[in-house]
């Protein structure tokens, strides 16, 4: 087990508009996007060391954990009504900065050019999607069983899928992480694939004008044909974005690496921050 891993002491959420919002510390705020088949607790290793520097504005995204379902399936839709209700969370807020994480590092540079301008800081992606169809890619996931009728079967199943595509290893069936993910897929009501599989990474990121950091850990499975080619093609749009490889981190890789994850995120956006600041 992670042992950074523990459940921050979490408020109830703010339901705004299809967002639940939750805010942790104080500080300049840091907006936390989850990924596929998640909540907010993909930062569960992450939120309390971020929150001693920010104040973090952890999501759950239209049709995850406990924000309301989303009103259908249209990707651009999805984008145009979480750039709409962000807006609503924030309103009273100045500039803040934007991390997202997979599907949810997808959903931050879409909506990273729809912001006035101004009001974003910095854009860290996190493994993000949205690099199209990875032709060719296995992943060894099994089938899982209903947890009321086979609770063993469950856990093993999901154990063995986050080591096929979330972390670097298959977690033991009795690690708490195991708990954390079967409940987020009992909770998913929107299929993130819509948008994290569409070839649209590349030109929202055309569109950002604040600084860029984007974090993969070197051992991430999604990454097809791998992390060089889609940290390249990043470097060709973008080619002052800042890029790091997380060594032996998979593709959860701020839960593997919570302490590298996090210092590498306070250390950008406290300079981008300052770079903004008048002298």
Known sequence: MNASLRSPASPAPAIVGTLAVRRFGAGRPLVLLHGGSGSFTHWAANIDRLARRFEVVALDLPGYGDAPRPAGRDPEAYVAALADDLAAALADEGPFGLVGFSFGGTLAAALAGRLPAGKLTALTLLGPG???????????????????????????????????????????????VVDLHSANIARQRFDSRVISLADRLVGDLARVECPLQVIWGTKDQLCVPSVAHRAGLVRAVRPNAEIHLVPGAGHWVQYEAPDAVCALIETFHDQAFSNQVPS
């Open 130 to 176: 949205g690099f199209g169809v990875p032709e060719g890619r296995r992943l060894p996931v099994v089938p899982t069983p209903s947890a009321a009728q086979d609770p063993e079967g469950h856990r093993a199943a999901v154990a063995q899928n986050l080591g096929a595509f979330m972390m670097s290893r298959v977690p033991p069936a009795a690690d708490p």
